[in-house]
Structure formats: structure tokens, C-alpha cells
């Protein structure tokens, strides 16, 4: 550890750097994981920017390897790889870029939160003014963090936007065609995209867009948790041989049901049926 001190400044701590070799951390943490950790990490103290008032402005970066990477409930730290650059202020917190690495397995992931300084008394969600992130994952595979999960190779893109206490999110989770003859097949992991927009107690799915096994479902609706528990959906949902279509409501009152079964042949929606239970 090294680090550059100047008593003399309102922010005596300039910069300090920390250097790791073979770092195991089981040995100081009993319940920890094993590994081997090498890398540098950098704390450095910026000037504020030309137009914003005097305030402390932190930057951190670095970069950390694991020699001995294994899946979490073997009791290893499921990490080839990290990079990353975060920026720390007094009224927000940056990630300008955050890169994880496991086999193929790749993650990047980039946001920012901004909230008030002032009013700590008030509750944090009135103080949020901002927060947004992105994050991306490349070729993952489950059994990698943990050894009983399936194998798998999925990618991910996720985006969330919070401001005027609502938040905008979208997902896409999408199976990866993987190499070698141990390689999972694609086409029995599904297939999903959804989007919609939180605000305090109510949640808002405007499109929900599943594929699996030929198989494919889409909905949209609304759940509140404000009081009584209540649920508002439309859905569609066609497999081999199988169509459905309806509208569901909780609470129930009484209602009459709005659904639409059709099943125009019994003998494919069977076949169907053995093979999704198989996968």
C-alpha cells in the first residue's frame, strides 16, 4: 500500500495505491472463498469540475485477477476477472464501466445514481433523483457460479431509468448457440423480452414476449401491492397443437372468466407436452 499525503490541503489523502499478489481470502475470512487474487487498485482525489462548487470528487480504478476461479457453493470466488472505474461524489456516485470475466462468460455494466444532499431526514426513494444503468452479459453459464445450476450459455441486455420517482426497465434474455459436444442446446432455454415502468407500489408490464420449445407467450398488465394485493392481466399463449386466450383479475368478484381454449389437435399438443417435460 502506497499512498500520497498532503496535511496541508482541506483533503490531506491525494492518492493512494493498493497492490494484491496471491491473496487468498479464506485465510483472514474462515467463511470466505478460496482464491488467489492479484491486481491494483488506485484511489486518486480529483479538483471539481469548472462548473460546479468546491466539493470532494473520488476516483477509483483498478483491476483484480483470479487464479483459482470455482463456482460459489464449492466455495470459490466465481471471478477470472474484474475491471473497473467508479467516480464518488458527495451527490452522486458514477460506474463508468464495470467488466467481469469468467471463462466465456463476460459482463459489462455501466450507471449512475444521483440523489439530493439535502433532507437526510426524508425517506431515501423521495431523495433519489436520478439513477440509470445498463448492463450486458455475453456467453453465461450458470454452472460456472454455481456447480449444481444447468449448463447453460445465456445473454442478457437489461436498462433501467429512474426520474420523477418512476422507473423505465426493459430486459432481453436470450439463449447463445455454444461450441463442442458438451455444449447446451440453445433451443430448449427460452427466450424473453419485457419492458415497462415502476412507481411506488405499482408495477406496469406493458409487453411481455416469451419463446420456448416452439412454444411462445405474450401478455401485458399491471400488479399493485398498495393495500390489497391486485393483479390485472391479458395474455396469449400458443404451443404445438394449443391456443389460449383470456384475461385474468385478482381479486376475484365474482366475474365470469374471459378465456378462449382451442386445441385443434390433441395428438401434436401431446407430443409436445413429453417433450417439454424432457428438457
Do not use: C, K, Y
Amino acid at each position: 500500500l502506497q499512498a500520497i499525503v498532503r496535511p496541508w490541503n482541506d483533503m490531506p489523502l491525494e492518492r493512494a495505491d493498493l497492490r494484491l499478489q496471491d491473496i487468498n481470502v479464506a485465510q483472514f475470512w474462515p467463511q470466505g472463498p478460496r482464491s488467489r487474487l492479484s491486481g491494483q487498485w488506485q484511489a486518486t482525489h480529483l479538483e471539481a469540475e469548472a462548473n460546479e462548487a468546491p466539493a470532494w470528487r473520488w476516483q477509483l480504478q483498478g483491476q483484480l485477477r483470479n487464479a483459482m476461479a470455482q463456482p460459489w457453493n464449492d466455495g470459490g470466488l466465481p471471478l477470472e476477472q474484474l475491471d473497473a472505474q467508479v467516480e464518488l461524489r458527495p451527490d452522486r456516485w458514477i460506474v463508468h464501466a464495470l467488466r467481469w470475466r469468467l471463462g466465456e462468460s463476460r459482463l459489462d455494466a455501466t450507471g449512475n445514481v444521483r440523489w439530493q444532499v439535502d433532507g437526510a431526514d426524508r425517506p431515501w426513494a423521495e431523495r433519489l433523483a436520478v439513477a440509470e444503468g445498463r448492463l450486458d452479459v455475453q456467453a453465461l453459464d450458470p454452472q460456472r457460479l454455481w456447480s449444481t445450476w444447468p449448463a447453460a450459455r445465456l445473454g442478457l441486455t437489461a436498462q433501467a431509468d429512474h426520474r420523477d420517482q418512476r422507473t423505465r426497465w426493459s430486459l432481453n434474455l436470450r439463449p447463445q448457440a455454444g461450441t463442442g459436444p458438451r455444449a447446451p442446446d440453445a433451443a430448449a432455454l427460452p427466450t424473453v423480452q419485457a419492458q415497462g415502468q415502476w412507481s411506488g407500489a405499482r408495477l406496469d408490464i406493458e409487453r411481455l414476449d416469451a419463446e420456448w420449445l416452439d412454444s411462445r407467450l405474450q401478455a401485458s398488465g399491471h400488479l399493485s401491492t398498495a393495500g390489497p394485493f391486485g393483479l390485472q392481466a391479458s395474455m396469449r399463449w400458443t404451443a404445438p397443437g394449443m391456443q389460449f386466450q383470456g384475461q385474468l383479475a385478482w381479486p376475484w368478484q365474482g366475474q365470469p372468466l374471459d378465456a378462449v381454449l382451442d386445441v385443434p389437435d390433441a395428438e401434436r399438443l401431446q407430443h409436445w407436452s413429453r417433450r417439454a417435460v424432457l428438457a
